[in-house]
């Protein structure tokens, strides 16, 4: 499973496995929980010549950015014989379902999981904008009926759902609880799923596992 992060995605990576931001990130502070789950985790970074400021901003959606996770794949692929499924998180989800519209066969994902999708963006494309009609794998939809950003309203999923539906295989797990502290669009309040982290894990595990059998 690669994990995608939001925000701008420089998460600065240290040798001892530290990072320089997004430690509180949604994916990264729940990396520990997937592998919990079975699964290998692997964390995408900004590529080296993005680890400046605007880092992945305005990169996300570029032959050079699916070139770049092309690589990660052929590489995680290259490891064992298990499938591939790419999960991102607010604007990671910008980077995961482009990546699933330009990469296909082996060399793209076999799965795909969007948490806290970007659903309206004036400073891009939204995934719904995306030409989703070309996907042909999994897709499995996770938010928070309270996720208070802007991009993100719960109330908007209808026209993503609806870009899904020629899918086989296709779902969405709803949320509700959890603490909701700071700016909406950040990943301590419900938008990251405060207080939720083992359960929604949990259920991804379980879906992915399902949709492998």
């Not at 900004?46 to 996770?69: K, M, N, V």
């Not at 969007?114 to 400073?123: E, M, P, V």
């Amino acid at each position: 499973m690669i994990l995608l992060a939001g925000g701008h995605g420089g998460l600065g990576i240290f040798p001892n496995g530290s990072f320089r931001w997004g430690e509180g990130n949604f994916l990264i502070r729940s990396r520990q929980l997937f592998a919990d789950q079975g699964l290998n985790v692997v964390i995408v970074d900004a590529p080296s010549d993005r680890q400046t400021a605007p880092y992945l901003a305005g990169f996300r959606q570029t032959p050079e950015h699916a070139a770049d996770i092309g690589a990660v794949i052929a590489w995680v692929r290259a490891q064992g014989k298990g499938p591939v499924w790419l999960i991102g998180t607010s604007r990671g989800t910008q980077s995961a379902a482009f990546l699933a519209t330009r990469l296909a066969g082996r060399e793209g994902p076999d799965g795909l999981v969007l948490t806290a999708t970007i659903l309206k963006d004036n400073k891009g494309r939204p995934v719904p904008a995306m030409p989703l009609e070309q996907l042909t794998l999994p897709v499995l939809l996770v938010h928070h009926e309270r996720d208070g950003c802007s991009h993100c309203a719960y109330a908007d999923l209808p026209e993503l759902q609806a870009k899904l539906r020629h899918l086989p295989r296709t779902a969405l797990l709803s949320f509700q609880g959890g603490a909701n502290r700071g700016d909406p669009c950040e990943a301590y309040a419900y938008h990251g799923f405060n207080g939720l982290e083992k359960e929604v894990v949990t259920q991804i595990a379980a879906w992915i596992r399902a949709a492998q059998k």
